[in-house]
Nanobody
Framework: HVQLAESGGGSVQPGGSLRLSCTAS????????MAWFRQVPDQEREGIAS????????YYADSVKGRFTISQDKDNRMVDLEMNDLKPEDTAMYYC?????????????????????WGQGTQVTVSS
């Protein structure tokens, strides 16, 4: 059983950067897909980045490719999301999630369905 907690959200101006962290307690993340999702009110939850622990499969949504980077720590208990060149449309509640699935396609890894552990979310606001 895994408990997840996000941190690092906040407010930033367009073009700025933020780093989100997802810390796991309980079991380690080894053998799990970890992903970052985001959601704005009245819209579906969007998968933006996913990584298989230990880090040999990484997927990004087109909306963040080249700007966001997902990474894991060496102890397999933390997954970070480095966000650069932030835009107003990146404003959302950001969630991390874990799925104990051995293999997924890129499309599957960025959908919320396979993920059975979720954090409470952290707000990111990008505005001038």
């Amino acid at each position: 059983h895994v408990q997840l907690a996000e941190s690092g959200g906040g407010s930033v101006q367009p073009g700025g950067s933020l780093r989100l962290s997802c810390t796991a307690s309980g079991d380690t993340l080894n053998g799990n897909y970890m992903a970052w999702f985001r959601q704005v009110p009245d819209q579906e939850r969007e998968g933006i980045a996913s990584i298989f622990i230990p880090g040999d499969r990484v997927y990004y949504a087109d909306s963040v490719k080249g700007r966001f980077t997902i990474s894991q720590d060496k102890d397999n208990r933390m997954v970070d999301l480095e966000m650069n060149d932030l835009k107003p449309e990146d404003t959302a509640m950001y969630y991390c999630a874990a799925a104990a699935v051995p293999i997924m396609t890129a499309k599957q890894a960025l959908r919320p369905g396979p993920y059975n552990y979720w954090g409470q979310g952290t707000q990111v606001t990008v505005s001038s």
